[in-house]
């Protein structure tokens, strides 16, 4: 599991983490909400080690993420940053294959031509193989990267905002793509979303972020409420149960 331990973090002299303290285990799909500046991809970056803390840590299995050797964490977590521009030119198979880095080194064995297989079959980039990232739309450049971060073959994936430009076809079919990887490979998924009604429709768990802190964590059906959207987002929704699902209506 991962256990977030009193984390603090300021930018200059401004609080962005405040005692953040959680308990994640091993499988499922855990959303990270709130609005903007509410420490949503800190959070994500602290616990990936791609920022420090001032104060806390982060325990991944029991291994502090902060003294724990690149080698070994490489193989326990994978991250999906939000910004993933990808200036090379590469083929979807050499991209995806960056992520067997960790075992390979560079040098794919059989094995890890397996796992590449594996994930372009999972995310259905099989026809897409051989192309060029820059000749991809942007929902199939996601998938490729999802698909990169899933053949590095973690138990913890982060994925912070991968909904990001896609429409609202390529944003489905990512999010049942995440809850297939939790499902299906039982992985632990921690993503960091906006749209308050995929995180009710996707996952297990929705902590819920203000001002540098967790101010809710709660499953979709106890989060989903009128008062809670008021005080996280500051307007008023109405929560109707859709298909078993709680789903948030606002407009100004």
């Known amino acids: 599991m991962i256990e977030v331990q009193s984390l603090n973090k300021k930018y200059g002299t401004t609080p962005v983490l405040k005692e953040i303290n959680l308990t994640l285990p091993d499988q499922g799909v855990t959303a990270l909400i709130g609005p903007n500046g509410a420490g949503k991809s800190t959070l994500l970056?602290?616990?990936?080690?791609?920022q420090a803390a001032d104060a806390g840590r982060v325990m991944i299995d029991g291994l502090d993420v902060h003294q724990t050797s690149n080698a070994v964490l490489s193989k326990k977590m994978a991250i999906l940053r939000q910004d993933n521009t990808i200036s090379l030119r590469l083929k979807v198979y050499d991209f995806v294959a960056f992520g067997r880095f960790p075992y390979s080194q560079g040098k794919l064995t059989q094995e890890d031509m397996e796992h590449v297989d594996r994930a372009?079959?999972?995310?259905?980039?099989?026809?897409?193989?051989?192309?060029?990232?820059d000749e991809l739309s942007g929902g199939q450049r996601q998938r490729a990267c999802i698909a990169m971060v899933l053949c590095q073959n973690t138990k913890y994936l982060l994925l912070d905002e991968p909904l990001n430009n896609l429409d609202m076809k390529h944003a489905v079919d990512i999010m049942k793509l995440i809850r297939r990887a939790a499902d299906d490979l039982q992985k632990q998924v921690v993503v960091v979303l906006h749209?308050?009604?995929?995180?009710?429709?996707?996952?297990?768990r929705i902590i819920a972020m203000k001002l540098g802190g967790v101010v809710y964590d709660h499953p979709p059906e106890l989060l989903m409420t009128t008062d809670i959207m008021r005080d996280l987002y500051g307007i008023e929704m109405t929560i109707?149960?859709?298909?078993?699902?709680?789903i948030g209506f606002y407009h100004l």
């Open 195 to 204: 749209d308050i009604n995929f995180a009710s429709c996707y996952a297990d």
């Open 45 to 50: 970056g602290v616990m990936s080690r791609l």
């Open 240 to 246: 109707h149960s859709i298909q078993d699902r709680p």
């Open 120 to 133: 372009l079959d999972y995310l259905n980039l099989n026809d897409l193989r051989h192309r060029y990232l």
